[in-house]
């Protein structure tokens, strides 16, 4: 029973940071139909970003937690202007190169100024609450907890405020959206920018419980794509339930394979949903 | 198909194949005809995405697993089962072709950014089978002592291949094997399906060809021909580990193509080219590297999406205003 | 306005290829999660005749295309042609047994000449595998002569012979119509489904467009033809069936049709809602 419960927790832990690095990722393709393959290295840079402040300029964790929202926010306003504005008419396969190079360039710099080496970062709430047999780390309650305020000031900010049902009206329709005068250029804008801010929410969350290093965005990446597919690319609520399906398959495979394999089980399992799930997906035989 | 023989770019074609084979001849230094060899060795891994990517309009983000695996299909070969060069080197070839089909079949049934994480996904697999095949590949230590090709005896003199000058010419005539096929696919009845079919696939469809088997057909050519590739750079570098597969070798295969030129067959060269002599000339460790190979990407695709052979048409057309009906 | 569409031009052109059936839809349903775009329906057409499909938009009638060439697959039916079932065989499958299609929204191949869109539509006769083009090079080059020849009868059929090599792009809006026509027709169907070929071309062009259509059915091809221009529709087709919510509401010649309430209602219907 503790044992369950212990396999529960690690899938809502890791469920979270998949829902976070998923909702942007499903929210810049329903708007921007751009497939952001450089979302998981965007996680990655977040988890450095909390480093950099945390463990090296020593300032508090909740500072830089906040500060890392902001600078990836910012991040994501550069990288929209600059690289993905230019092609947006341009053949989609464009788009795709450019999310890659962002890709390899995000990965490219953190490696020039942090090397490739495993760095940790110190957990604010360093308690171990322990009940019923199951010990959590605070960090690991945080990343839940965390999450879901954030998913609810989100929810909140696309079905509350004005924006956000801009927001929501582009993605289910561009060109009624158009022409009631939303005006697309922001919303993109904005919502990379929300994209990379929850890539950062994630990084800044998962960096004081796991080591830190440049390759740890390409397994979220995909598991986070095979969560958007599952749900239907540019449907929110698809994305955060598929979100915690991939990672009880994760926690799953683990537990049964050896974790040699478990690796190629979870890909197996996101190729073989990106096979079946026929929305979208296959060429309109439907 | 006439074409004008003393077009520019045959004359430019010419000048290069001649340079390329007077290479060792004018290398100076051990490192340079190893360079050169390199070179080589992406032009054909470039080549084999162009196939697939460049005239098929399927951005494969496996080949660098591709490549990998004929590499370590070689490798087992001629270290666990002494299988010759001259035999393992087409196995390897249609091992990797058969990947390539398992691989394809299911891909290629999806569209635009789906075959994209697919391949990416079916990179990792085979990345993670050759770390887990221990006993086969030596796992994380990989392989090594990979020898290359032995001896052939003729009758006149026996082609050796010791020398680095001598695995230069073996490279390069593949290379040379590679491109005419890329020129026959282009110029046959499948690469206008191709044209067709990344235009408008139901245009295609509706016409009565079978558009998936093209597509297969192309993927496991392409395939082939990356782990071919594979197989050589093993038997010149003689040394392999899992990262040989890894898809940031897919990565830098995509920059140097992009650079060069997509859908082209002299920018399956240039770019490598162009790439490998500027991380040389910025005395670029390997980190650097990532990250200007990352920018070239981003500032290619924006600036000049036909690459640089691209621009140099451009420019020659503007230059040269030549206009007319289309041939 | 040329005098050339009478009954009488007709029946002196009529090539009667025999009386069989050449497609037969039985009972056929396409649902969309819940809306149902095709409802219970059936027809047939004979070989050789050119039948119309009429009915205000959203009837179904494209859907109908998409169904017979295999671009949706019904969800219960039957479709049967030239004595076989082909209910759910892929598009390109069907194009080879003979059914060409065009599109409401002409699709071309716009980065090709004219003379390279035909050939795309004679390539699937021939062999054109990997194989064959690293293999067979001489072969496939001697029959280059063959396929040239027949992309050259085709061109010249539309009447685009001057505009061979152009860019499919740079052509007019009625060329770029008579070039999709083309395309179907260098597949040689036996039945050619024409997805209103006259949208957004004027009088002249109309004329121009009809008399190929006439072409296509004096070699005794089957035409199926959606259109919504009633003058059209009346001179082209010797039967006409009439759509409106996926189901089929009248059936008969011109003359039947034009005095029948069901049909008359749908459109008036959609006069007095506009």
């Known amino acids: 029973m503790a044992e369950l419960l212990q396999q529960v927790l690690n899938v809502l832990v890791l469920g979270s940071i998949y829902c976070l690095v998923a909702s942007g990722l499903t929210l810049v393709y329903g708007i921007m139909h751009v497939p952001n393959f450089a979302q998981g290295n965007l996680y990655m840079a977040g988890a450095y970003v909390v480093f950099l402040l945390a463990s090296l300029f020593r300032i508090n964790y909740w500072f830089v937690f906040l500060a890392t929202i902001l600078i990836m926010g910012a991040v994501g306003l550069v990288i929209e202007r600059v690289c993905f504005r230019p092609v947006r008419n341009a053949p989609h396969v464009n788009s795709f190169v450019v999310a890659l190079g962002v890709l390899m360039a995000i990965e490219g710099l953190i490696v020039i100024f942090f090397g490739a080496d495993y760095k940790e970062v110190e957990a604010p709430w360093k308690r ?27 929810q909140f900010f696309i079905k509350r405020t004005k924006t956000g049902m801009s927001l929501d009206a582009m993605s289910q329709n561009k060109e009624l959206a158009l022409m009631v005068g939303i005006n697309v250029n922001q919303m993109s804008l904005l919502a990379f920018m929300i994209s990379t801010g929850l890539a950062g929410v994630a990084g800044a969350l998962m960096a004081p419980v796991s080591f830190v290093y440049p390759a740890m965005g390409m397994t979220p990446l995909l598991i986070a794509f095979a969560a958007v597919i599952f749900g239907g690319m540019g449907n929110l609520s698809g994305a955060v339930l598929g979100s915690f399906i991939m990672a009880g398959a994760q926690v799953l495979s683990i537990q049964y394979f050896s974790s040699v394999f478990s690796d190629i089980a979870i890909f197996g399992i996101m190729i073989a949903i990106l096979l079946f799930r026929p929305k979208g997906i296959l060429g309109g035989r439907g | 198909m006439a074409r004008a023989s003393l077009s520019p770019r045959f004359l430019f074609g010419i000048a290069g194949l001649v340079f390329l084979i007077i290479i060792p001849a004018i290398s100076t230094t051990g490192f340079f005809l190893h360079m050169a060899t390199v070179i080589l060795l992406w032009t054909m891994l470039c080549l084999s995405l162009n196939i697939i990517f460049g005239y098929g309009g399927q951005l494969s983000l496996a080949h660098g697993g591709l490549f990998g695996a004929g590499a370590y299909v070689y490798g087992v070969l001629v270290t666990k089962l002494s299988i010759d060069f001259w ?96 020129y026959f696919i282009k110029d046959s009845r499948i690469g206008k399906c191709l044209a067709a079919i990344k235009e408008d696939e139901d245009l295609c469809q509706s016409v009565g060809i079978n558009t998936m088997w093209v597509k297969v057909q192309t993927f496991v050519l392409s395939s082939i021909l990356a782990g071919l590739g594979g197989v050589l750079y093993a038997s010149y570098i003689g040394v392999l580990t899992p990262n040989d597969a890894s898809f940031h070798i897919g990565f830098d295969a995509l920059v140097y193509l992009t650079v060069g030129g997509i859908g082209s067959v002299v920018g399956t060269i240039l770019g490598p080219v162009i790439m490998i002599l500027i991380s040389e000339f910025l005395q670029a460790v390997v980190e650097i590297r990532l990250f200007i190979n990352g920018l070239a990407l981003v500032i290619l695709i924006i600036f000049m999406p036909k690459g640089i052979t691209g621009g140099i048409a451009y420019l020659w057309k503007k230059l040269f205003q030549t206009r007319g009906k289309a041939t | 306005m040329e005098e050339t569409f009478s009954n009488s031009g007709k029946g002196d052109l009529m090539v009667s290829r025999g009386k069989g059936m050449l497609l037969t839809v039985r009972n056929l349903i396409k649902e969309f999660g819940g809306l149902q775009a095709i409802n219970n329906l059936s027809f047939e057409v004979n070989e050789g005749e050119i039948l119309g499909i009429i009915g205000p938009n959203g009837a179904g009638k494209s859907t109908l295309f998409n169904l017979l060439t295999g671009v949706l697959s019904p969800t219960d039916g039957e479709i049967i042609f030239d004595e076989k079932l082909v209910t759910g065989l892929p598009t390109h499958v069907l194009a080879q047994r003979g059914i060409a299609r065009t599109f409401q929204t002409t699709k071309i191949f716009m980065d090709q000449t004219v ?99 006439r072409k296509i059915w004096s070699k005794g091809i089957t035409i199926c033809l959606i259109e919504h221009k009633m003058k059209m529709v009346m001179e082209l087709c010797e039967r006409i069936i009439v759509l409106n919510y996926g189901t089929k509401i009248a059936e008969g010649t011109p003359q039947e049709v034009r005095h029948n309430e069901a049909a008359i209602k749908a459109y008036l219907g959609e006069e007095y809602a506009a």
Not at chain 1, 134 to 144: A, E, H, P
Not at chain 2, 163 to 182: A, E, G, N, P, R
Not at chain 3, 135 to 147: A, F, P, T
Not at chain 3, 193 to 205: A, C, K, R, V
Request: glycine share 12%; with cysteine; net charge positive.
């Open chain 1, 128 to 154: 171990i609450l322990d009940c019923y047999g199951v010990t959590i780390g605070g960090q690991r309650l945080l990343v839940i907890l965390g999450t879901f305020l954030v998913m609810a000031i989100l």
């Open chain 2, 87 to 182: 035999l393992a080197f087409p196995m390897a070839g249609a091992a990797t072709g058969i990947i390539g089909l398992l691989i394809g079949i299911p891909s290629l049934r999806l569209k635009g950014p789906y075959f994209v994480i697919v391949t990416l996904g079916f990179n990792i697999i085979l990345v993670a089978i050759i770390r887990n095949l221990t006993s086969l590949t030596g796992g994380v230590n990989g392989l090594v002592g990979i020898p290359g090709p032995g001896m052939i005896p003729g009758p006149f003199f026996a082609l050796d291949f010791n020398s680095k000058t001598s695995q230069y010419y073996l490279i390069l005539f593949f290379l040379l094997v590679f491109w005419l096929v890329m």
């Open chain 3, 115 to 213: 003379l390279n869109n035909i050939v795309i539509g004679v390539v699937p006769k021939t062999k054109y595998s990997v194989w064959n083009a690293i293999m067979s090079r001489r072969k496939m080059k001697r029959e280059e002569d063959g396929l040239l020849k027949r992309c050259e009868g085709v061109i010249r059929f539309i009447d685009l012979e001057k505009k061979a090599n152009n860019f499919a792009g740079e052509l007019g809006q009625e060329e770029k119509k008579r070039l999709a026509i083309g395309i179907a027709m260098s597949t040689e169907p036996k039945l050619l489904l024409l997805d209103e070929p006259t949208g957004g071309i004027n009088i002249e062009e109309i004329n121009h467009l009809m008399g190929i259509i």
